[in-house]
C-alpha cells in the first residue's frame, strides 16, 4: 500500500460523538485540513504535536509527507490513531506531550512541526515552544494555527479547554522569544469570526453540530482563496509560519 493510500479518509471513527476537545466532527471539515498542510508545506520528517484524532495527520499524508510523528498525550486518542494508522509504516503514533518526545529523540530530530490548535490548551505555551526549538533540525519548520482574539472568548472556548485567545502581538513575541525567525503570521478565517461570537458569547453553546462543520467546509475554500490575495486584519484564527536559524 502506498503512503498516500494509507492516509485515513472521512467516514473514520473519528466522527464518534464522544472524543474529547470538539474533535467529534472533524471528518466534515476536510477541505479546512487540506489548506492546513498545504500553506504548511511540511517537509521531511514531520511531527504532528497534538495530533487529535488523526484528521491533520491524513491529510498531511495525502499532501505528500512520507515521515510522520503523530503526537498525543490523550489515551484514547492515541489508540484511535494507532488503529487509524495501523497499515501506514511511515506514521509513529507517539502518546505523550512535547518533553516527552523530546526526552524520547532527542534534540535536533524533527524537520518540521505543524501544530494546530494545540497551544491555546498548554498553560505554558512558552516553554512548549522553547522546546519545540530544541526538537527542531537548524533550518527546521515551524507551522503554528491557534484561535485568535481574547474577546471572542466564550462557552465553545471553554468546553474544549482552551486556556486563551491569541493576539497577533502576543503569539509574535512567543515563537520570536522562543528562538524562531518569523515567515508569515496572519490573522485567517474572517468568515467564521460572527458565528463563533453568537454561539460562544451570545447563545453560550458548548458545542457546534455537524451540519454547521459541512457548512463551512464547503464554504471554506473560497473564503481562503479570497484571503490569500486580501490579507485580512482580523479573523477568528492566526496562522504563523517560521523556521530555525541555521
Known amino acids: 500500500m502506498s503512503s498516500l493510500g494509507s492516509a485515513p479518509r472521512a467516514g473514520s471513527a473519528e466522527t464518534s460523538p464522544e472524543l474529547p476537545y470538539g ?26 504535536h497534538g495530533a487529535g ?5 491524513g491529510a498531511l499524508l495525502r499532501a505528500g509527507v512520507r515521515e510522520l510523528v503523530a503526537l498525543e498525550p490523550e489515551t484514547k486518542l ?14 509513529e503514533v507517539f502518546q505523550g506531550a512535547i518533553d516527552d518526545y523530546l526526552a524520547h529523540a532527542g534534540p535536533e530530530a524533527i524537520d518540521t512541526v505543524v501544530s494546530s490548535n ?28 491557534v484561535p485568535a482574539r481574547q474577546e ?29 525567525v518569523i515567515d508569515e503570521l496572519r490573522y485567517t478565517n474572517l468568515v467564521s469570526v460572527v458565528p ?28 481562503a482563496a479570497l484571503e490569500k490575495r486580501l490579507r485580512v486584519p482580523y479573523g477568528l484564527n492566526l496562522l504563523a509560519l517560521a523556521h530555525k536559524p541555521k
Request: proline share 2%.
Open 23 to 48: 474533535l467529534s466532527h472533524r471528518d466534515a471539515i476536510q477541505n479546512y485540513y487540506a489548506w492546513q498542510a498545504e500553506v504548511f508545506a511540511a517537509t521531511g520528517k514531520v511531527l504532528d
Open 78 to 91: 492515541a489508540a484511535l490513531m494507532r488503529d487509524k494508522f495501523a497499515h501506514a509504516p511511515q506514521v
Open 152 to 180: 471572542l472568548f466564550g462557552s465553545l472556548d471553554r468546553s474544549v479547554g482552551h486556556v486563551r485567545r491569541y493576539a497577533l502581538p502576543e503569539l509574535r513575541r512567543k515563537i520570536v522569544a522562543a528562538g524562531f
Open 118 to 145: 494545540v497551544l491555546e490548551h498548554i498553560v505554558d505555551d512558552a516553554a512548549c515552544l522553547r522546546s519545540v526549538f530544541c526538537l527542531l533540525r537548524a533550518g527546521g519548520k515551524l507551522g503554528v494555527y
Open 196 to 223: 463563533w461570537l453568537v454561539a460562544g458569547r451570545v447563545l453560550k453553546r458548548e458545542a457546534l453540530g455537524g451540519e454547521s462543520h459541512q457548512l463551512f467546509d464547503r464554504l471554506f475554500p473560497f473564503f
Open 53 to 57: 484524532s488523526g484528521t491533520l495527520a
